[in-house]
């Protein structure tokens, strides 16, 4: 069983800045890709940012220039640094990533999709 737990969320100004961070635990054997997921009000759930095993990364246009992805592959990690937000990047953060994980049985491990609890992001001005 995997879990990931998010943390960074909560209120800032227009134009300040925010770090998200998810940490995976669990029967870890690899993790692929890692991403950064968001909900507003009123919208479906849109991919924020991605970053790849090999470090490779994509943002929404709406992002570009303003928050950066990364991952601490050691601590089962991956970050995002937000700045100059603005209210329309007010939004429920979901963390994303398709792990690997130990089995039983053979072929000993299976791939899956997991997903944080998502914290909250406002963005008030």
């Known amino acids: 069983q995997v879990q990931l737990v998010e943390s960074g969320g909560g209120l800032v100004q227009p134009g300040g800045s925010l770090r998200l961070s998810c940490a995976a635990s669990g029967s870890i054997r690899r993790i692929y890709d890692m991403g950064w997921y968001r909900q507003a009000p009123g919208k479906e759930r849109e991919l924020v940012a991605s970053i790849m095993n090999s470090g490779t990364t994509n943002y929404a246009d709406s992002v570009k220039g303003r928050f950066t992805i990364s991952r601490d592959n050691a601590k089962n990690t991956v970050l995002m640094q937000m700045n100059s937000l603005q209210p329309t990047d007010t939004a429920v953060y979901y963390c994303?990533?398709?792990?690997?994980?130990?089995?039983?049985?053979?072929?000993?491990?299976?791939?899956?999709?997991?997903w944080g609890q998502g914290t909250q992001v406002t963005v008030s001005s």
């Open positions: 994303n990533a398709d792990i690997g994980v130990s089995t039983r049985t053979f072929p000993y491990i299976q791939r899956s999709t997991y």
